[in-house]
């Protein structure tokens, strides 16, 4: 079983260069979510989305971007990246409501220099 | 902004002690409450879930739900080293309509031989 895949594990970045974090689940789950995490944090919400089309806001969207065409992904877009963004990023899904536990990928580690 | 806060620790205890965490949040009308464990490096991965008042077991451990002084905790019974982790306590608060998972920053449990 897969569950939900992010690509890519590692990532260098320059300041202002862009790149898009992929985030796949074949448990046709309607719920997924991004999620960054800073050493010794917990997890703040990026952005979040109930279903195909649709996406919101979290906790901490400001320089990035994502998008839900299909129910299986939600790639983030970050845009003009910036050392502040240097994190660990996860993306999560959850079954037909934000309500249930969620299932998590193994996390991208993002820095930027 | 709803908060949901955790003693980030280190919470250190014997081999074969009871580990005792706790979690508080701020929203009255949270719904769903989860503890995830994290071991460093990893995702997190659930623990126990719970919906309603009371206590649930599942192995050696207990999810305690107390709604109206709005704290959850999570007991682990005979504690074994392989219980080093840090466990995130996640609430779903209301949120334009929706119940979004927030998380605390979590607890870090060391458990010694």
């Known amino acids: 079983n897969a569950g939900v895949t992010q690509t890519p594990k590692f990532r260098i970045l320059k300041i202002g260069q862009s790149m898009t974090l992929q985030c796949a689940q074949d448990?046709?789950?309607?719920?997924m979510y991004w999620y960054r995490q800073d050493p010794g944090m917990g997890l703040k919400l990026i952005y979040y989305?109930?279903?195909?089309?649709?996406?919101d806001k979290g906790e901490v969207p400001n320089g990035y971007n994502v998008s839900r065409s299909t129910t299986e992904d939600f790639p983030l877009r970050l845009e003009l990246a910036a050392p502040s963004q240097t994190s660990v990023y996860f993306c999560?899904?959850?079954?037909?409501?934000?309500?249930?536990?969620?299932?998590f990928g193994d996390g991208t580690r993002l820095s930027i220099l | 902004q709803k908060e949901v806060e955790q003693n980030s620790g280190p919470l250190s205890v014997p081999e074969g002690a009871i580990a005792s965490l706790n979690c508080t949040y701020s929203?009255?009308?949270?719904?769903?409450f989860f503890w995830y464990r994290q071991y460093s490096g990893k995702s997190p991965e659930l623990i126990m879930f719970?919906?309603?008042?009371g206590d649930k077991e599942d192995g050696r451990f207990t999810a305690q739900l107390n709604k109206a002084s709005q704290y959850v905790s999570l007991l682990i019974r005979d504690s074994q080293p392989s219980d080093s982790a840090t466990y995130l306590c996640?609430?779903?608060?209301?949120?334009?309509?929706?119940?979004?998972?927030?998380f605390g920053r979590g607890t870090s449990l060391i458990v010694h031989p």
């Open positions: 448990m046709n789950h309607n719920y």
């Open positions: 996640a609430v779903t608060c209301s949120s334009g309509g929706s119940y979004i998972p927030t």
């Open positions: 929203d009255r009308g949270s719904q769903s």
């Open positions: 989305s109930v279903g195909a089309g649709i996406t």
């Open positions: 999560a899904s959850s079954p037909v409501s934000s309500n249930q536990p969620q299932h």
């Open positions: 719970i919906y309603s008042n």
